[in-house]
T-cell receptor, first 112, second 111 residues
Framework: GENVEQHPSTLSVQEGDSAVIKCTYS??????FPWYKQELGKRPQLIID?????GEKKDQRIAVTLNKTAKHFSLHITETQPEDSAVYFC???????????FGKGTKLTVNP | DAEITQSPRHKITETGRQVTLACHQT?????MFWYRQDLGHGLRLIHY???????NKGEVSDGYSVSRSNTEDLPLTLESAASSQTSVYFC??????????FGEGSRLTVL
């Protein structure tokens, strides 16, 4: 089955710096790659996603890149703010199915 | 507005008891999922359903069961609760390959 590895597990940055979180997946048939943000005590919420026919997608300060050949995708957050502090999860569909396999998460701390 | 709700939000039970966590969605989504979240393990899939009368095992299904009698509900049952099942449980739904909408979570403690 699909295996999703996520790094780093914790990341601490200064306000205004950029943050990058990387994920690799094992199933070459995976075709959808979302990123979720989970604030403390809250539910995970989608922040950005990318499909396998696209290499990069941006939404204001966040962007996701996908390298299908290398089977990895990354989340980039620019001009970080304290409210970006949360746990971020990457995920990938298992093969051509509609179920998601999640990475173990990255705890991002943005220091003022 | 469409939503997905879980109940109870918090439950404490004893080892060996049967527990049922409810999940109800008004998105009219065919796909529903149950995940458990534990520190260091992220979100792991327990069971999922692609429609009425359809249920499938996820990666950590032992000790859990689900049933899907209508589109809106996917209750998760722990037949005989164990301390290892102490966790936060999230129900989620989707309309296909796309955004997964999560419920608020149910925190279960098994003593």
């Amino acid at each position: 089955g699909e295996n999703v590895e996520q790094h780093p597990s914790t990341l601490s940055v200064q306000e205004g710096d950029s943050a990058v979180i990387k994920c690799t997946y094992s199933d070459s048939a995976s075709n959808y790659f979302p990123w979720y943000k989970q604030e403390l005590g809250k539910r995970p919420q989608l922040i950005i996603d990318i499909r396998s026919n696209v290499g990069e997608k941006k939404d204001q300060r966040i962007a996701v890149t996908l390298n299908k050949t290398a089977k990895h995708f990354s989340l980039h957050i620019t001009e970080t703010q304290p409210e970006d502090s949360a746990v971020y999860f990457c995920a990938a569909t298992q093969g051509g199915s509609e179920k998601l396999v999640f990475g173990k998460g990255t705890k991002l701390t943005v220091n003022p | 507005d469409a939503e997905i709700t879980q109940s109870p939000r918090h439950k404490i039970t004893e080892t060996g008891r049967q527990v049922t966590l409810a999940c109800h969605q008004t998105w009219n989504h065919n796909n529903m999922f149950w995940y458990r979240q534990d520190l260091g393990h992220g979100l792991r899939l327990i069971h999922y359903s692609y429609g009425v009368q359809d249920t499938n095992k996820g990666e950590v299904s032992d000790g859990y069961s689900v049933s899907r009698s209508n589109t809106e509900d996917l209750p998760l049952t722990l037949e005989s609760a164990a301390s290892s099942q102490t966790s936060v449980y999230f129900c989620a739904s989707s309309g296909g390959v796309g955004e997964l909408f999560f419920g608020e979570g149910s925190r279960l403690t098994v003593l």
